[in-house]
């Protein structure tokens, strides 16, 4: 089993474009998230979604929207980026308590 | 907002020594989750202790909990090398919905074990 895969690894943008990052799982998970990561802040969630067909806004969702393709698959667009985006951002899937993490994509916008 | 706060913020040890985390949480819990991150790697899930435990542990890790004061501890003994790393509290912040909740996340002690 792969777990929880994302792509790309590593993405440049211009202020002003838009990207979409991908996750997906393969444990037959409920739940989904995405979270970014800065220096000295932690994880902050942006989107969850709690089972296939619904999202949900986290602490820091605007700038971003979310799509929860299937049980599988969980997408993060940056509609516009901004230098604040530039982040690390990690997906996550879990059936109950603990979370299962990806990689993570590092996200640099200049 | 983060719920739960790490203490110290890094910690840097030699190898055998033990090294000790703590956490403070704000608001009532279901439980505390601990998690490792290495450098440049997502998270891994390392510990769950219920609201109802005290004491918890799992091969060198041992987590207490005390949820009159609101805090948690991690203690890995004999620590390694490898042990170096980025730990992480997290408590359950709110149900998601189809039996999953979501999680808030401190914002880490770094700990450094020296050869």
């Known amino acids: 089993n792969a777990g929880v895969t994302q792509t790309p690894k590593f993405q440049v943008l211009k202020t002003g474009q838009s990207m979409t990052l991908q996750c997906a799982q393969d444990m037959n998970h409920n739940s989904m998230y995405w979270y970014r990561q800065d220096p000295g802040m932690g994880l902050r969630l942006i989107y969850y979604?709690?089972?296939?067909?619904?999202?949900d806004k986290g602490e820091v969702p605007n700038g971003y929207n979310v799509s929860r393709l299937n049980k599988r698959e969980f997408s993060l667009r940056l509609e516009s980026a901004a230098p604040s985006q530039t982040s690390v951002y990690f997906c996550a899937s879990s059936r109950y308590y603990e979370q299962y993490f990806g990689p993570g994509t590092r996200l640099t916008v200049t | 907002s983060q719920q739960g706060e790490e203490d110290p913020q890094a910690l840097s040890i030699q190898e055998g020594e033990n090294a000790t985390m703590n956490c403070s949480y704000k608001t009532s819990i279901n439980n505390l989750q601990w998690y490792r991150q290495n450098s440049g790697r997502g998270l891994v899930h390392l510990i769950l202790i219920r609201s109802n435990e005290r004491e918890k542990h799992s091969g060198r890790l041992r987590v207490t909990l005390d949820t009159s004061k609101k805090s948690s501890s991690l203690l890995i003994t004999a620590s390694r090398a490898a042990d170096t790393a980025s730990y992480f509290c997290?408590?359950?912040?709110?149900?998601?919905?189809?039996?999953?909740?979501?999680?808030?996340f401190g914002k880490g002690t770094k700990l450094s074990v020296i050869p």
């Open positions: 997290a408590t359950d912040a709110a149900y998601s919905g189809a039996g999953s909740y979501q999680l808030t």
């Open positions: 979604s709690a089972s296939e067909g619904t999202t």
